[in-house]
């Protein structure tokens, strides 16, 4: 019986570092993000910086950007000093009685590169256009797998 207990407590360790080989690292708990863009139509550039979630600023890129009646579909490519993030974002647009566009709508993490590889998130952004300019503020959670 001695011997047996000897063996136990000798494959113990064995077993449970076994155990844990091979096991996938748990994706990190979403945390709050918040992006603020700013981008001229017509190009389709501006810049944009994060806090929260993600601590970054740099330029952008819409290489996809159409409306459709009143929704405007958007691929925009983020990059910063870490990696790009490429976010699409999908918006309802109204028209105030003022004439201001206003946009809401929701976005989500479809891709990174450098340190935003692992990265994914969603939330809802807000946007206002006036004269060609338009001001973002997209809000929500990301984590990294």
């Given at each position: 019986?001695?011997?047996?207990?000897?063996?136990?407590?000798?494959?113990t360790p064995?077993?449970l570092?076994l155990?844990?080989?091979?096991?996938?690292?748990?994706?990190?708990?979403?945390?709050?993000?918040?992006?603020?863009?700013?981008?001229?139509?017509?190009?389709f550039t501006?810049?944009?910086?994060?806090?929260?979630?993600?601590?970054?600023s740099?330029?952008?890129t819409?290489?996809?950007?159409?409306r459709v009646?009143?929704q405007?579909?958007?691929?925009?490519?983020d990059?910063?000093?870490?990696?790009?993030?490429t976010l699409?974002?999908?918006?309802?647009?109204?028209?105030?009685?003022?004439?201001?566009v206003?946009?809401?709508?929701?976005?989500?993490?479809?891709d990174?590169?450098?340190a935003?590889?692992?990265?994914?998130?969603?939330?809802t952004?807000?946007?206002?256009?006036v004269?060609?300019?338009v001001?973002?503020?997209?809000?929500?959670?990301?984590?990294?797998?």
């Amino acid at each position: 019986m001695r011997r047996l207990s000897f063996i136990g407590v000798c494959l113990t360790p064995l077993l449970l570092l076994l155990g844990t080989t091979g096991t996938p690292a748990a994706a990190s708990v979403p945390v709050p993000v918040t992006f603020h863009d700013t981008l001229t139509i017509g190009p389709f550039t501006g810049t944009w910086s994060a806090s929260g979630g993600i601590s970054d600023s740099g330029t952008l890129t819409e290489p996809t950007n159409f409306r459709v009646d009143d929704q405007v579909h958007i691929v925009r490519v983020d990059t910063g000093s870490k990696g790009t993030i490429t976010l699409v974002i999908h918006v309802s647009l109204t028209v105030e009685p003022d004439g201001t566009v206003v946009g809401i709508g929701p976005w989500a993490v479809i891709d990174g590169t450098g340190a935003y590889a692992e990265l994914h998130g969603q939330g809802t952004g807000h946007s206002v256009v006036v004269k060609g300019v338009v001001t973002d503020t997209l809000t929500g959670s990301v984590h990294f797998d």
